[in-house]
């Protein structure tokens, strides 16, 4: 089966991937203000949303492809958090398939290393594991606040993230405990010298999740990279910041190559 995608708006092709726990929904607010200049293209995750059903595992590579089978060549990757991961991934194995590289509030590596301070606490997620079975709902919301800490919109953000995590079905407890896994585990940083298409790297500069210093020193790896940084902005800058992502990502698509 091949994941859920939905495509809205006119322009050059933008993939959106959404991030843990998350399905394509959670970008209303920026699909609102890119629509008029891109066609978006709108996927679910596997395990995730609208692509729940469809048995394909949540694994880097595997997530890649099945992305990749959906969308157009040579479109514009974003991804979130997680999703982020997903794109980089993408544009580091098939540099020919994606035209530009844009990492939301997302990095090569989540977790913190002797070599890579500006990371999480590993023992963050396999917390948030652990505690899955026990309190499925609790854990949850626990993680969706974790992503608002910070926004100078926190309530609001929170909200928009409570409304949307259970839209379309509740994930199931196994793919959260992979995608945990990713988040843990993954480190692409090794991909980062030789990406071939321009990257922006879009923080919010109060993210508790995914630290802005980690996402410049990731930009400065790139050869093309690009850092650009929400000041007020959290995990999740594009629900309440929406517009000042969308010039971003207009600004970086503008200067991607056709």
């Known amino acids: 089966m091949t994941l859920f995608h939905d495509v809205r708006g006119q322009g050059p092709d933008l993939v959106l991937l ?24 709108l996927v679910d995750l596997p395990g995730h949303g609208r692509s729940a059903g469809t048995g394909l ?31 980089l991934q993408q544009a580091a194995t098939r540099p020919q398939a994606v035209r530009g590289l844009v990492m939301l509030a997302a990095s090569p590596r989540f977790v913190r290393g002797e070599d890579w301070a500006a990371g999480m606490d590993a023992a963050v997620f396999r917390n948030f594991a652990s505690e899955l079975g026990r309190d499925y709902r609790g854990t949850l919301d626990r993680f969706l606040m974790l992503e608002a800490q910070g926004s100078d919109h926190v309530r609001e953000e929170l909200k928009l993230l409570r409304a949307e995590v259970f839209a379309h079905g509740e994930p199931a ?33 109060r993210d508790r999740l995914v630290s802005p210093a980690a996402m410049l020193a990731a930009s400065e790896a790139a050869p093309q990279g690009r850092f650009v940084q929400v000041e007020s902005g959290g995990h999740a800058p594009f629900l309440t910041h929406a517009g000042e992502v969308a010039d971003a990502l207009l600004a970086f698509a503008a200067d991607c190559a056709p």
Do not use: K, N, Q, Y
């Open 18 to 41: 959404h991030g843990w726990a998350m399905h394509a929904g959670i970008f209303a607010p920026l699909v609102a203000r890119l629509e008029p200049h891109f066609t978006l293209h």
């Open 57 to 87: 595992p949540l694994r880097l590579a595997e997530a890649a492809d099945a992305v990749a089978a959906v969308v157009p060549a040579r479109a514009l990757w974003l991804g979130w958090s997680l999703g982020g991961l997903v794109a």
């Open 173 to 205: 407890a196994d793919v959260l405990c992979e995608g945990l896994g990713l988040l843990e585990d993954s480190d692409l940083r090794a991909a980062l010298p030789a990406l071939a298409m321009p990257s922006l790297w879009l923080a919010g500069r």
